[in-house]
């Protein structure tokens, strides 16, 4: 793969990282994947934007202008052909000799990687996942996107190590989202309910375009934190992500979600998601 790192695109093996970065020492970064079908970015502006808020919530500064963030995207994708995966882009407060204090005149650390793989026709959808629920053991300000992925990282562990595919978080008896992705009930009346904007979730761009689109379809919505007993008793349960799209839950800690199979409302979701999204890629 041709990788970008601070202004030069090089292949993979020659790109290099300081050991006094930032990012590396105190996960002093933050990081943003956009997906990319037939060779086009799907919701690029909400990524965008949600990049620009995570740099100044912690202050590093912007690296490039908007036009030039666009153009980088572009050229990662000419440059490795991808026709179907992701775009990664991490940016770091930079390189300084190791200090919990930092200072002001850093030069951002900026790096731009694809990935190549399927995200159309995902077989999950067709079968939908099982999730197990843990205590959210993050830090307080998840809606910054910082590279402080451990606990979830952990987390997918204990899942896969339970025989499921993902964990949710519960804070206070209230699902936050899940490891990497927002969780987003359906009640038996049918109306969607998804947990608020706060520092509790990451502000996911898929949420609100999910949340877009079910406005537009006449659907119910309600922008509440639920409990993880509303979810179980729902009659859907779906995650939301940049490259998972819609997927549904068919069972939370081994008890089957409504019929157990994928529901409707999701199913419909997904095919307005890709519909609307491919229509709208750039
Ligand atoms: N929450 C968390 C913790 C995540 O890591 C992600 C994926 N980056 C999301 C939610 C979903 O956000 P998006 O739809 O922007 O990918």
Do not use: C
């Not at 943003?32 to 799907?42: D, F, N, Q, R, S």
């Not at 500064?61 to 179907?84: K, T, Y």
């Amino acid at each position: 793969r041709i990788v970008y790192v601070n202004g030069e695109w090089m292949p993979e093996a020659d790109a290099k990282i300081s050991v006094f970065d930032r990012g590396f020492q105190f996960a002093d970064s933050i990081y943003e994947i956009t997906a990319v079908l037939g060779g086009k970015l799907i919701d690029y502006h909400g990524h965008a934007q949600r990049l620009s808020r995570s740099l100044t919530a912690l202050g590093i500064p912007v690296p490039v202008s908007e036009e030039h963030m666009l153009a980088l995207h572009r050229q990662a994708i000419a440059r490795n052909g991808v026709e179907e995966g992701l775009v990664y882009l991490q940016v770091s407060r930079g390189v300084q000799d190791r200090d919990f204090m930092f200072g002001a005149d850093l030069s951002p650390t900026f790096v731009i990687f694809t990935q190549s793989k399927k995200v159309l026709d995902n077989p999950k959808w067709k079968t939908g996942i099982s999730v197990i629920t843990m205590p959210d053991g993050r830090w307080v300000n998840r809606q910054i996107k910082t590279v402080q992925l451990l606990y979830s990282s952990l987390a997918k562990m204990e899942a896969a190590k339970a025989g499921a595919d993902d964990a949710i978080f519960i804070e206070d008896g209230f699902i936050t989202e899940a490891s990497s992705s927002n969780v987003h009930i359906v009640t038996r009346e049918g109306t969607l309910i998804t947990r608020q904007l706060s520092n509790a979730l990451l502000h996911g761009i898929t949420r609100g375009s999910i949340l877009d689109l079910a406005r537009q379809a006449g659907v119910p919505v309600e922008e509440r934190r639920f409990t993880l007993d509303e979810a179980r008793n729902a009659a859907e349960i779906f995650i939301t992500s940049a490259t998972a799209f819609v997927m549904p839950v068919v069972r939370l800690d081994g008890e089957p979600v409504g019929e157990g199979v994928p529901g409707p409302v999701s199913g419909r979701f997904l095919q307005l998601y890709i519909q609307d999204r491919i229509a709208t890629a750039i």
